[in-house]
């Protein structure tokens, strides 16, 4: 929430401005050029040059908007806003299926033709309605870290990117799936000081190898509250709900201040009762174990000041906590452990386009050269590239589930280049060197390209997308037939099952490769062949981003 005088994401007026933007800065480029010329005093070569050089690049503008158009590697145009970008369009529109795909809870319009109503029960024994949220990957249990990281990974999407989703008809079923979400946690807040943070224990769950529809385990319920706290999960709840307040704000205000109203108390109580949930429980180390709390509480702080406008937030940030929990010109890898690059970026979008008096901050300041250093961290030819890639320049930092990071990281690198194309910021310095909004979006492509199956598999690691996708993801819903009754364990005979998955799991995004770019497609292979929902969000984000060439907004409200 950058002050009142920012225009609304909507209006007509907004999107008007946005393109000017871009013309505006692509003049402005060539005026300063030609001032440069001028100066020599060579008038008449001048002019013959400025007319050759006219010609020229009126035949340069054709040809890449050519090229552009049949080859999505090369760069989109600045300036030429609009273009959708149909293989993107498509992608975003087989990726975000994967909500439905794991959507717990009595389904409505459900379109995936192998699912059905599950989960009714869960939280009965709080006597909670826990039945809706998503199931987190393959197996059938809750996990509200991850789960609530994706919500506000989806929220980030729709508030950067809505013009653009909606323009390839997939805003509403965004919408919808962050609510299928939203509606879970803000159910699974029923006290200021108590959440409930998972629905079905791993141990039990992984006994069975069965449908969701189908289950008959019993699905315990675990809370965090003041005597056993999970400070990250709590606050990462808080920027869940935070963000989905400024997603909902225009389209239902009551819901919204519903949102926005448990977000601050979750905050409140993962501030006040500071302790990591891997400690105070330390059952979910197996699963999601947490390297520590200080980024969620600097990324919900950062949330909720966007939600609210609210000094305080800015001040928790910026002061004390910012010293001890920010970490500032290291670099990370955003993730659902780790939201410090997360927070660096949203924190920059403030000294990019906040008012005057706060985006003058030094701290704020800290802030985006953390972020500018991750970038420089991920561009090829930065003199600090990283060198953890594969040969094929995919970024890779994890054997299980070696996609999260590439992607994510694409993501945030995608928005970096929109805040800068935006504000009109030309270059950032990456320890001598420098490098555009283009080059930053040139990485992002060249990430999602490797997922789409420019890589030595030849394969689209997006289940559903392309000819050669997955076809023995490690999902038990889509490993089982419809119409098979499994009890509990006779169902793994369906995993162990030489025959391909019967149903598929469309919009996967599935673990991915190995550091020497292969791929080995077996269903009992989880570390490569998982799907996850966090996965999803910043697969949904990217492609979302790149669907046209894209600015963003200047206030999220
Ligand atoms: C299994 O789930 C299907 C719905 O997908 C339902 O029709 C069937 O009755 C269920 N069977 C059992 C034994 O629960
Ligand atoms: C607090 O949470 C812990 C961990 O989930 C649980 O063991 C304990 O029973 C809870 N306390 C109360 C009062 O419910
Ligand atoms: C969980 O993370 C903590 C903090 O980084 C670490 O000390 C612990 O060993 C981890 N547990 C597991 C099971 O990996
Ligand atoms: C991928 O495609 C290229 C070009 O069509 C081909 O040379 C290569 O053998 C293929 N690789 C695999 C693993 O199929
Ligand atoms: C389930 O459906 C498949 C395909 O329609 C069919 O071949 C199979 O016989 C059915 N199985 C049962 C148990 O109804
Ligand atoms: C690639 O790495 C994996 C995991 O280390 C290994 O199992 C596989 O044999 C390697 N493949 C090739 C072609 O080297
Ligand atoms: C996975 O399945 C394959 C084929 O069924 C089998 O050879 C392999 O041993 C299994 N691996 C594990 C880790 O279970």
Redesign the pocket.
Known sequence: MLGSTQPKRHSFSDSCNRKLIKIIFFFDFFRRMEDKRRSGGWCGWLLVLIVFGAIGFAIFITLTQKMYESDPDAAPVPGHPGTITKKYAEALGIAMQFFDVQKSGKLENNKIPWRGDSGLQDGSEAKLDLSKGIYDAGDHVKFGFPMAFTATVLSWTILEYGDQMKAVNQLEPAQDSLKWITDYLVNAHPFDDVLYIQVGNPKIDHRCWDRPENMTKERPLTQVNTSAPGTEVAAETAAALASASLVFKNIDSSYSSLLLMHAKQLFTFADRYRESY?ISIPNV??FY????YGDELLWAASWLYHATGERFYFEYVTGKNGEDFADWGSITWFSWDNKLAGAQVLLSRVNFFGSEDISHSKILLKYRKSAEAVMCNLLPDSPTATEQKTDKGLIWITEWNALQHPVASAFLAMLYSDYMLTSRTTKIYCSGSYFTPLDLRKFAISQVEYVLGNNPMNMSYLVGYGDNYPQYVHHRGASIPANATTGCKDGFKWLDSAEPNPNVAIGALVGGPFINDSYIDSRNNSKQGEPSTYNSAVIVGLLSGLVTTSSVVLSFT
Do not use: P
């Not at 174990?289 to 520590?292: D, E, F, R, V």
């Open positions: 891997s180390q197996k174990n947490s390297t520590g």
